[in-house]
Protein backbone atom coordinates (compact mmCIF):
# COMPACT_ATOMS: atom_id res chain seq x y z
CA UNK A 1 0.00 0.00 0.00
CA UNK A 2 1.69 3.47 -1.18
CA UNK A 3 0.64 6.41 -0.47
CA UNK A 4 0.92 9.98 -2.06
CA UNK A 5 1.89 12.76 0.06
CA UNK A 6 2.13 15.57 -3.10
CA UNK A 7 -1.49 15.83 -3.16
CA UNK A 8 -4.17 17.15 -0.33
CA UNK A 9 -4.29 19.40 3.13
CA UNK A 10 -0.91 19.08 4.91
CA UNK A 11 -2.17 18.78 8.01
CA UNK A 12 -4.05 15.72 7.34
CA UNK A 13 -1.18 14.20 5.46
CA UNK A 14 0.71 14.33 8.03
CA UNK A 15 -1.38 13.27 11.27
CA UNK A 16 -2.26 10.59 8.83
CA UNK A 17 1.36 9.37 8.13
CA UNK A 18 2.83 10.19 11.59
CA UNK A 19 0.25 8.71 14.29
CA UNK A 20 0.98 4.83 13.01
CA UNK A 21 4.82 6.14 12.31
CA UNK A 22 4.38 7.79 16.47
CA UNK A 23 2.83 4.42 17.71
CA UNK A 24 5.83 2.38 16.21
CA UNK A 25 7.92 4.58 17.86
CA UNK A 26 6.29 3.99 21.16
CA UNK A 27 6.20 0.35 20.62
CA UNK A 28 9.99 0.68 19.37
CA UNK A 29 10.67 2.60 23.19
CA UNK A 30 8.32 0.24 25.28
CA UNK A 31 10.28 -2.45 24.61
CA UNK A 32 13.16 -0.41 25.60
CA UNK A 33 11.97 0.44 28.28
CA UNK A 34 10.87 -2.90 29.86
CA UNK A 35 14.28 -4.05 29.65
CA UNK A 36 15.32 -0.94 32.05
CA UNK A 37 12.26 -1.61 33.94
CA UNK A 38 12.50 -5.20 34.45
CA UNK A 39 16.34 -5.19 35.33
CA UNK A 40 15.78 -1.94 37.50
CA UNK A 41 13.63 -4.31 39.59
CA UNK A 42 14.31 -7.50 39.09
CA UNK A 43 18.39 -7.28 39.56
CA UNK A 44 18.82 -3.47 41.36
CA UNK A 45 20.63 -0.18 40.97
CA UNK A 46 24.01 -1.81 39.90
CA UNK A 47 22.63 -3.18 36.85
CA UNK A 48 20.01 -0.50 36.54
CA UNK A 49 23.52 1.41 35.97
CA UNK A 50 25.46 -1.12 33.89
CA UNK A 51 23.21 -0.31 31.21
CA UNK A 52 22.31 2.92 31.48
CA UNK A 53 26.49 3.98 31.37
CA UNK A 54 26.12 2.10 27.86
CA UNK A 55 23.42 4.13 26.69
CA UNK A 56 25.17 7.44 24.63
CA UNK A 57 27.74 4.73 22.87
CA UNK A 58 24.72 2.88 22.03
CA UNK A 59 23.02 5.67 20.35
CA UNK A 60 26.53 6.90 18.93
CA UNK A 61 26.89 3.57 16.85
CA UNK A 62 23.25 2.39 15.88
CA UNK A 63 21.93 5.80 15.65
CA UNK A 64 24.73 5.82 12.72
CA UNK A 65 23.06 2.52 11.44
CA UNK A 66 19.54 4.01 11.81
CA UNK A 67 20.93 7.35 10.42
CA UNK A 68 22.01 5.70 7.47
CA UNK A 69 19.06 3.85 6.58
CA UNK A 70 16.99 6.88 6.75
CA UNK A 71 19.35 8.83 4.52
CA UNK A 72 18.88 5.40 2.02
CA UNK A 73 15.27 5.91 2.23
CA UNK A 74 15.11 9.58 1.12
CA UNK A 75 16.18 9.11 -2.91
CA UNK A 76 13.54 6.79 -2.62
CA UNK A 77 10.73 9.14 -2.16
CA UNK A 78 12.19 11.72 -4.13
CA UNK A 79 11.89 8.67 -6.84
CA UNK A 80 8.17 7.99 -5.98
CA UNK A 81 7.04 11.27 -5.77
CA UNK A 82 8.96 11.95 -9.41
CA UNK A 83 6.81 8.96 -10.27
CA UNK A 84 9.99 7.10 -12.23
CA UNK A 85 9.40 3.99 -10.84
CA UNK A 86 12.24 2.31 -13.23
CA UNK A 87 14.99 4.75 -10.79
CA UNK A 88 12.71 3.92 -7.42
CA UNK A 89 13.67 0.11 -8.40
CA UNK A 90 17.19 1.09 -8.70
CA UNK A 91 17.47 2.64 -5.40
CA UNK A 92 16.15 -0.20 -3.68
CA UNK A 93 18.31 -2.50 -4.76
CA UNK A 94 21.35 -0.46 -4.20
CA UNK A 95 19.85 0.24 -0.95
CA UNK A 96 20.42 -3.49 -0.22
CA UNK A 97 23.93 -3.26 -1.49
CA UNK A 98 25.17 -0.83 0.63
CA UNK A 99 23.30 -2.08 3.57
CA UNK A 100 24.88 -5.34 3.47
CA UNK A 101 28.53 -3.62 2.77
CA UNK A 102 27.86 -1.53 5.68
CA UNK A 103 26.61 -4.12 8.86
CA UNK A 104 29.62 -6.22 8.10
CA UNK A 105 31.89 -3.61 8.40
CA UNK A 106 30.42 -2.00 11.63
CA UNK A 107 29.70 -4.91 13.26
CA UNK A 108 33.81 -6.46 13.16
CA UNK A 109 34.83 -2.75 13.98
CA UNK A 110 32.52 -2.14 16.83
CA UNK A 111 32.81 -6.33 18.10
CA UNK A 112 36.90 -5.41 18.75
CA UNK A 113 36.50 -1.89 19.77
CA UNK A 114 33.88 -2.75 22.57
CA UNK A 115 35.48 -3.12 25.83
CA UNK A 116 38.27 -0.32 25.02
CA UNK A 117 35.11 2.28 24.21
CA UNK A 118 33.93 1.49 28.05
CA UNK A 119 37.11 2.29 29.51
CA UNK A 120 37.56 5.86 27.52
CA UNK A 121 34.21 6.53 29.05
CA UNK A 122 35.30 5.93 32.52
CA UNK A 123 32.26 3.10 33.18
CA UNK A 124 32.92 2.42 37.00
CA UNK A 125 34.71 -1.04 38.24
CA UNK A 126 31.80 -2.42 39.98
CA UNK A 127 29.20 -1.93 36.61
CA UNK A 128 32.11 -3.04 34.11
CA UNK A 129 31.31 -6.63 33.40
CA UNK A 130 27.73 -5.96 33.16
CA UNK A 131 27.83 -3.34 30.88
CA UNK A 132 30.11 -5.07 28.42
CA UNK A 133 28.00 -8.20 28.26
CA UNK A 134 25.25 -6.07 27.79
CA UNK A 135 26.83 -3.52 24.86
CA UNK A 136 29.27 -6.56 23.02
CA UNK A 137 25.87 -8.48 22.13
CA UNK A 138 23.94 -5.46 21.39
CA UNK A 139 26.56 -4.62 18.91
CA UNK A 140 26.39 -8.84 17.27
CA UNK A 141 22.83 -7.52 16.56
CA UNK A 142 23.67 -4.71 14.32
CA UNK A 143 22.56 -6.26 11.11
CA UNK A 144 19.25 -7.07 12.36
CA UNK A 145 19.04 -3.28 13.58
CA UNK A 146 19.82 -2.40 9.73
CA UNK A 147 17.55 -4.68 8.15
CA UNK A 148 14.66 -3.62 9.92
CA UNK A 149 15.52 -0.11 9.46
CA UNK A 150 16.42 -0.37 5.96
CA UNK A 151 13.17 -2.30 5.05
CA UNK A 152 10.84 -0.04 7.02
CA UNK A 153 12.60 3.39 5.82
CA UNK A 154 11.53 2.11 2.05
CA UNK A 155 8.34 0.96 3.24
CA UNK A 156 7.61 4.82 4.70
CA UNK A 157 8.93 6.27 1.30
CA UNK A 158 6.63 4.66 -0.67
CA UNK A 159 3.62 6.37 1.36
CA UNK A 160 2.68 3.46 4.21
CA UNK A 161 3.90 4.09 8.25
CA UNK A 162 0.74 1.35 8.78
CA UNK A 163 2.75 -1.85 8.50
CA UNK A 164 6.80 -1.10 9.90
CA UNK A 165 4.02 -0.05 13.31
CA UNK A 166 2.49 -3.09 12.47
CA UNK A 167 5.85 -5.26 13.09
CA UNK A 168 7.33 -3.30 15.48
CA UNK A 169 4.26 -4.49 17.81
CA UNK A 170 5.24 -8.38 17.02
CA UNK A 171 8.30 -7.58 18.12
CA UNK A 172 7.55 -5.51 21.31
CA UNK A 173 5.65 -8.17 22.03
CA UNK A 174 8.33 -10.85 21.61
CA UNK A 175 10.56 -8.66 23.46
CA UNK A 176 8.47 -8.70 26.62
CA UNK A 177 8.31 -12.44 26.50
CA UNK A 178 11.75 -12.92 26.04
CA UNK A 179 12.68 -10.50 28.64
CA UNK A 180 10.85 -12.03 31.43
CA UNK A 181 12.52 -15.53 30.37
CA UNK A 182 15.91 -14.52 29.50
CA UNK A 183 16.71 -11.92 32.05
CA UNK A 184 15.95 -14.20 34.88
CA UNK A 185 18.29 -16.79 33.73
CA UNK A 186 20.94 -14.45 32.24
CA UNK A 187 20.63 -11.34 33.99
CA UNK A 188 21.66 -8.15 32.02
CA UNK A 189 22.96 -10.24 29.04
CA UNK A 190 19.67 -11.53 28.52
CA UNK A 191 17.75 -7.97 28.19
CA UNK A 192 20.22 -7.75 25.21
CA UNK A 193 19.71 -11.50 23.71
CA UNK A 194 16.01 -10.44 23.92
CA UNK A 195 16.54 -7.06 22.09
CA UNK A 196 18.29 -8.41 19.05
CA UNK A 197 16.31 -11.69 18.86
CA UNK A 198 13.53 -9.37 18.69
CA UNK A 199 14.46 -7.04 16.27
CA UNK A 200 15.69 -9.54 14.22
CA UNK A 201 12.53 -11.16 14.14
CA UNK A 202 10.82 -8.12 12.85
CA UNK A 203 13.53 -7.71 10.16
CA UNK A 204 12.82 -10.95 8.19
CA UNK A 205 9.32 -10.30 8.54
CA UNK A 206 9.13 -6.61 7.14
CA UNK A 207 11.62 -8.24 4.72
CA UNK A 208 9.10 -11.04 3.47
CA UNK A 209 6.23 -8.35 3.34
CA UNK A 210 8.51 -6.44 0.95
CA UNK A 211 9.22 -8.79 -1.39
CA UNK A 212 5.86 -10.49 -1.45
CA UNK A 213 3.22 -7.08 -1.59
CA UNK A 214 4.87 -4.23 -3.19
CA UNK A 215 4.36 -5.01 -7.42
CA UNK A 216 5.87 -2.01 -8.07
CA UNK A 217 9.15 -3.60 -6.75
CA UNK A 218 9.05 -6.08 -9.24
CA UNK A 219 13.04 -5.97 -10.50
CA UNK A 220 14.69 -6.45 -13.79
CA UNK A 221 18.25 -8.11 -14.23
CA UNK A 222 19.69 -4.93 -14.99
CA UNK A 223 18.08 -2.92 -12.13
CA UNK A 224 19.17 -5.64 -9.43
CA UNK A 225 22.86 -5.01 -10.57
CA UNK A 226 25.35 -3.31 -8.36
CA UNK A 227 25.33 0.50 -9.83
CA UNK A 228 28.06 2.91 -8.60
CA UNK A 229 26.24 5.70 -9.34
CA UNK A 230 23.16 4.64 -7.35
CA UNK A 231 25.27 3.24 -4.79
CA UNK A 232 27.53 6.90 -4.69
CA UNK A 233 24.07 8.94 -4.22
CA UNK A 234 22.62 6.21 -1.33
CA UNK A 235 26.21 6.99 0.31
CA UNK A 236 25.88 10.69 -0.10
CA UNK A 237 22.98 11.00 1.45
CA UNK A 238 23.09 8.17 4.24
CA UNK A 239 26.43 8.46 5.32
CA UNK A 240 25.91 12.37 6.47
CA UNK A 241 22.42 11.70 7.73
CA UNK A 242 24.56 8.61 10.30
CA UNK A 243 27.70 11.14 11.02
CA UNK A 244 24.58 13.53 11.94
CA UNK A 245 23.42 10.73 14.62
CA UNK A 246 26.91 9.95 15.21
CA UNK A 247 28.27 13.09 15.74
CA UNK A 248 25.33 14.52 18.04
CA UNK A 249 25.78 11.05 20.25
CA UNK A 250 29.69 12.06 20.72
CA UNK A 251 28.73 14.97 22.75
CA UNK A 252 26.44 12.35 24.64
CA UNK A 253 29.15 10.10 25.32
CA UNK A 254 31.23 13.17 26.80
CA UNK A 255 28.57 14.12 29.27
CA UNK A 256 28.07 10.20 30.15
CA UNK A 257 31.71 10.16 30.52
CA UNK A 258 31.26 12.68 33.25
CA UNK A 259 28.06 11.24 34.73
CA UNK A 260 30.23 8.14 35.06
CA UNK A 261 32.34 10.28 37.49
CA UNK A 262 29.00 10.81 40.33
CA UNK A 263 29.04 7.75 40.48
CA UNK A 264 26.26 4.49 40.07
CA UNK A 265 23.34 6.25 41.74
CA UNK A 266 23.72 9.04 39.24
CA UNK A 267 24.00 6.67 36.26
CA UNK A 268 21.23 5.25 37.25
CA UNK A 269 19.16 8.34 37.88
CA UNK A 270 20.14 9.78 34.15
CA UNK A 271 19.37 6.13 32.78
CA UNK A 272 15.73 5.71 34.14
CA UNK A 273 14.65 9.97 33.39
CA UNK A 274 16.32 9.55 29.90
CA UNK A 275 14.22 6.31 29.22
CA UNK A 276 11.01 8.40 30.13
CA UNK A 277 12.05 11.12 28.33
CA UNK A 278 12.60 9.07 25.30
CA UNK A 279 9.57 7.46 25.47
CA UNK A 280 8.17 10.95 25.71
CA UNK A 281 10.36 12.45 22.63
CA UNK A 282 8.56 9.61 20.40
CA UNK A 283 6.23 11.96 19.06
CA UNK A 284 9.01 14.45 17.70
CA UNK A 285 10.63 11.79 16.14
CA UNK A 286 7.56 10.81 14.22
CA UNK A 287 7.40 14.04 13.13
CA UNK A 288 10.54 14.08 12.01
CA UNK A 289 10.11 11.07 9.64
CA UNK A 290 7.27 12.36 8.70
CA UNK A 291 8.88 15.54 7.47
CA UNK A 292 11.61 13.56 5.51
CA UNK A 293 9.33 11.34 3.23
CA UNK A 294 6.75 14.87 3.16
CA UNK A 295 9.78 16.53 2.00
CA UNK A 296 11.50 14.13 -0.36
CA UNK A 297 8.41 13.08 -2.24
CA UNK A 298 6.97 16.68 -2.94
CA UNK A 299 10.53 17.81 -4.01
CA UNK A 300 10.94 14.90 -6.00
CA UNK A 301 7.17 16.45 -7.44
CA UNK A 302 8.55 19.70 -7.46
CA UNK A 303 6.01 21.25 -4.93
CA UNK A 304 8.08 23.86 -3.01
CA UNK A 305 5.15 25.63 -1.74
CA UNK A 306 3.43 22.32 -0.01
CA UNK A 307 7.33 22.33 1.78
CA UNK A 308 6.45 25.30 3.70
CA UNK A 309 2.96 24.13 4.66
CA UNK A 310 4.39 21.11 5.90
CA UNK A 311 6.33 22.97 8.68
CA UNK A 312 4.41 25.18 9.71
CA UNK A 313 1.65 22.37 10.31
CA UNK A 314 3.68 20.26 11.76
CA UNK A 315 5.37 23.20 14.06
CA UNK A 316 1.64 23.53 15.57
CA UNK A 317 1.60 19.81 16.41
CA UNK A 318 5.03 20.16 18.04
CA UNK A 319 4.70 23.26 20.00
CA UNK A 320 1.26 21.58 21.43
CA UNK A 321 2.55 18.46 22.55
CA UNK A 322 5.70 20.13 24.34
CA UNK A 323 3.01 21.93 26.37
CA UNK A 324 1.15 18.54 26.97
CA UNK A 325 4.43 16.81 28.18
CA UNK A 326 5.37 19.55 30.28
CA UNK A 327 1.99 18.88 32.70
CA UNK A 328 2.28 15.80 32.57
CA UNK A 329 5.89 15.35 33.85
CA UNK A 330 4.70 18.38 36.58
CA UNK A 331 2.27 16.64 37.68
CA UNK A 332 2.82 12.93 37.22
CA UNK A 333 6.84 12.56 37.30
CA UNK A 334 7.64 11.44 40.86
CA UNK A 335 5.43 8.64 40.01
CA UNK A 336 6.93 8.17 36.64
CA UNK A 337 10.47 7.39 38.45
CA UNK A 338 8.68 4.52 40.74
CA UNK A 339 8.34 2.19 37.57
CA UNK A 340 12.70 1.97 37.27
CA UNK A 341 12.94 2.11 41.28
CA UNK A 342 11.95 1.27 44.45
CA UNK A 343 10.36 3.85 46.45
CA UNK A 344 12.87 3.50 49.29
CA UNK A 345 15.31 5.31 46.93
CA UNK A 346 13.75 8.79 47.79
CA UNK A 347 17.65 10.70 46.84
CA UNK A 348 17.36 8.85 43.03
CA UNK A 349 13.73 9.72 42.89
CA UNK A 350 14.38 13.37 43.23
CA UNK A 351 17.15 13.46 40.90
CA UNK A 352 15.40 11.81 38.67
CA UNK A 353 12.27 13.98 38.60
CA UNK A 354 15.06 17.05 38.22
CA UNK A 355 16.21 15.45 35.29
CA UNK A 356 13.22 15.30 33.43
CA UNK A 357 11.53 18.61 34.32
CA UNK A 358 14.74 20.46 33.01
CA UNK A 359 14.18 18.19 29.98
CA UNK A 360 10.91 18.25 29.29
CA UNK A 361 10.75 22.36 29.98
CA UNK A 362 12.98 22.50 26.50
CA UNK A 363 10.89 20.43 24.62
CA UNK A 364 9.89 23.32 22.33
CA UNK A 365 13.42 23.93 21.16
CA UNK A 366 13.81 20.17 20.21
CA UNK A 367 10.33 19.96 18.26
CA UNK A 368 11.84 22.50 15.90
CA UNK A 369 15.23 20.41 15.68
CA UNK A 370 13.53 17.47 14.67
CA UNK A 371 10.81 19.13 11.98
CA UNK A 372 13.81 20.91 10.52
CA UNK A 373 16.66 19.10 10.09
CA UNK A 374 14.55 16.26 8.90
CA UNK A 375 12.70 17.94 6.50
CA UNK A 376 16.42 19.88 5.08
CA UNK A 377 17.70 16.27 4.98
CA UNK A 378 14.43 15.47 3.09
CA UNK A 379 15.12 18.17 0.40
CA UNK A 380 18.71 16.36 -0.35
CA UNK A 381 21.04 18.94 1.30
CA UNK A 382 21.98 16.30 4.48
CA UNK A 383 25.47 17.99 4.89
CA UNK A 384 23.41 20.73 6.70
CA UNK A 385 22.36 17.81 9.76
CA UNK A 386 26.24 17.23 10.51
CA UNK A 387 26.33 21.14 10.54
CA UNK A 388 23.64 20.62 13.45
CA UNK A 389 24.72 17.51 14.63
CA UNK A 390 28.28 19.55 15.39
CA UNK A 391 26.36 22.67 17.41
CA UNK A 392 25.06 19.49 19.84
CA UNK A 393 27.62 17.96 20.22
CA UNK A 394 29.92 21.19 20.53
CA UNK A 395 27.22 22.05 23.33
CA UNK A 396 27.15 18.46 25.58
CA UNK A 397 30.67 18.46 25.43
CA UNK A 398 31.06 21.66 26.95
CA UNK A 399 28.09 20.64 29.56
CA UNK A 400 30.40 17.69 30.18
CA UNK A 401 33.84 18.74 30.02
CA UNK A 402 33.09 22.03 31.98
CA UNK A 403 29.67 22.52 33.69
CA UNK A 404 29.28 18.82 35.33
CA UNK A 405 32.69 18.43 36.90
CA UNK A 406 31.79 22.43 38.35
CA UNK A 407 28.09 21.48 39.17
CA UNK A 408 28.25 18.89 39.65
CA UNK A 409 24.25 16.26 38.66
CA UNK A 410 22.68 19.75 38.21
CA UNK A 411 24.59 20.57 35.71
CA UNK A 412 23.88 17.16 33.65
CA UNK A 413 20.06 18.10 33.24
CA UNK A 414 21.21 21.42 31.21
CA UNK A 415 22.95 19.50 29.01
CA UNK A 416 20.33 18.92 26.04
CA UNK A 417 18.33 21.70 26.04
CA UNK A 418 21.52 23.82 25.56
CA UNK A 419 22.02 21.28 22.49
CA UNK A 420 18.52 21.32 21.20
CA UNK A 421 19.20 25.47 21.60
CA UNK A 422 22.27 25.70 19.53
CA UNK A 423 21.18 23.04 16.71
CA UNK A 424 17.67 25.28 16.32
CA UNK A 425 19.96 28.51 15.70
CA UNK A 426 21.70 26.93 13.07
CA UNK A 427 18.90 24.74 11.72
CA UNK A 428 16.12 27.44 11.36
CA UNK A 429 18.47 30.04 9.00
CA UNK A 430 19.91 26.88 7.11
CA UNK A 431 16.19 26.08 6.54
CA UNK A 432 14.81 29.42 4.74
CA UNK A 433 18.58 29.30 2.87
CA UNK A 434 17.56 26.25 1.67
CA UNK A 435 14.13 26.99 0.55
CA UNK A 436 15.72 30.36 -1.13
CA UNK A 437 18.43 27.91 -3.28
CA UNK A 438 15.69 25.59 -4.43
CA UNK A 439 13.18 28.34 -5.24
CA UNK A 440 15.59 29.92 -7.38
CA UNK A 441 16.27 26.69 -8.89
CA UNK A 442 12.75 25.61 -9.45
CA UNK A 443 12.33 29.12 -11.34
CA UNK A 444 15.64 28.68 -13.47
CA UNK A 445 14.30 25.42 -14.70
CA UNK A 446 10.80 26.83 -15.19
CA UNK A 447 12.20 29.29 -17.38
CA UNK A 448 14.79 26.68 -19.39
CA UNK A 449 11.48 24.75 -20.43
CA UNK A 450 9.48 27.84 -20.95
CA UNK A 451 8.52 26.93 -24.81
CA UNK A 452 9.04 30.84 -25.58
CA UNK A 453 12.83 30.49 -24.29
CA UNK A 454 13.18 27.08 -26.05
CA UNK A 455 12.78 28.73 -29.21
CA UNK A 456 14.73 31.70 -28.48
CA UNK A 457 17.64 29.47 -28.02
CA UNK A 458 16.57 27.41 -30.89
CA UNK A 459 16.76 30.44 -32.86
CA UNK A 460 19.93 31.71 -31.32
CA UNK A 461 21.87 28.56 -31.56
CA UNK A 462 20.65 28.38 -35.50
CA UNK A 463 21.93 31.59 -36.34
CA UNK A 464 25.34 31.24 -34.66
CA UNK A 465 25.53 27.53 -37.00
CA UNK A 466 24.68 30.04 -39.82
CA UNK A 467 27.25 32.40 -38.64
CA UNK A 468 30.06 29.92 -38.24
CA UNK A 469 28.98 28.36 -42.06
CA UNK A 470 29.34 31.76 -43.40
CA UNK A 471 32.62 32.82 -41.72
CA UNK A 472 34.43 29.50 -43.19
CA UNK A 473 33.02 30.14 -46.81
CA UNK A 474 34.37 33.41 -46.27
CA UNK A 475 37.34 32.01 -46.04
Known amino acids: MTKDLTKGSPMKLILGFGVPLLFGLLFQQFYNMVDTIIVGKMLGVDALAAVGSTGSVNFMILGFCIGLCNGFAIPIAQKFGAKDDHGLRKFVAGCAWVSVIFALVITVAVGFLCKDILVWMRTPDNIMADAYSYIFVIFMG ?9 VSGIIRSLGDSIMPLVFLIISSLANIVLDVIFILQFGVLGAALATVIAQGASGIISLVYLVK ?15 IDCIRTL ?12 ITAIGSVILQSAVNTLGSDAVAAVTAASKICMFLCCPFDAMGSTMATYGGQNIGAGFLNRIHEGVKACSKLGVVYSLICLGVVLVFGKELSLLFVSADETAIIGRIHYFMVVNVVFYIPLAF ?39 GFAAAGFASPAAWICAD ?31 CEEEKAEGKWHWSRKKKLLH
Open 425 to 455: CFLIPAYFHVMKKLRKQLENNENAMNPANIA
Open 213 to 227: KYDILRMTKEEKRFD
Open 142 to 150: IPATILYNM
Open 369 to 407: VNIVRFMIQGLGYPNFAILAGVCEMAARGIMGFVFVPLF
Open 235 to 246: CGMGVPMGLQYS
